[in-house]
C-alpha cells in the first residue's frame, strides 16, 4: 500500500472538467515537494504537476499548461489537481507522490476522457 491515496477521477466528455485529491495515509502528511503523476495506457508514468508548500510555487508539463492547476491545503495534508478542458490524451491513471517520486505508488485514480 502506499502512502498517499488519490481520489476523484471518473469519466468526463472532452471540455470537461474533474477535480483530484490526494492524501497522505501516514501522520507524516504531505511532503516538501509534492506531485501528480499519470501513467496512460501503455505508457510510462509522468510528471504532470508539482508544488512546493502550500501556495508555493507550482510548475506544470507543457500538456497541461493553463489547464491544470495544482493545489494543497494549509493544513498540509491534501493536495488537488483541477482539471479543466480535458482532452482525450489526458485519459490516464493520476498518481500523487513526492517529487522526485519515492516509496510505494498508491492505487491512482482513473481519468477517461471521452469523445
Known sequence: QGQFVESGGGLV???GSLR???ASSTRNGLLAEM???RQ???KQRELVAAIRGVGGPANYADSVQGRFTISRDS???TMYLQMNNLKYED?????CNQVPARGDWGQG???TVSS
Not at 91 to 95: E, L, P, S
Open 13 to 15: 466528455q472532452v471540455g
Open 20 to 22: 483530484l485529491s490526494c
Open 35 to 37: 506531485g501528480w503523476y
Open 40 to 42: 496512460p495506457p501503455g
Open 75 to 77: 493544513d498540509k495534508k
Open 91 to 95: 485519459t490516464a491513471v493520476y498518481y
Open 109 to 111: 485514480t482513473q481519468v
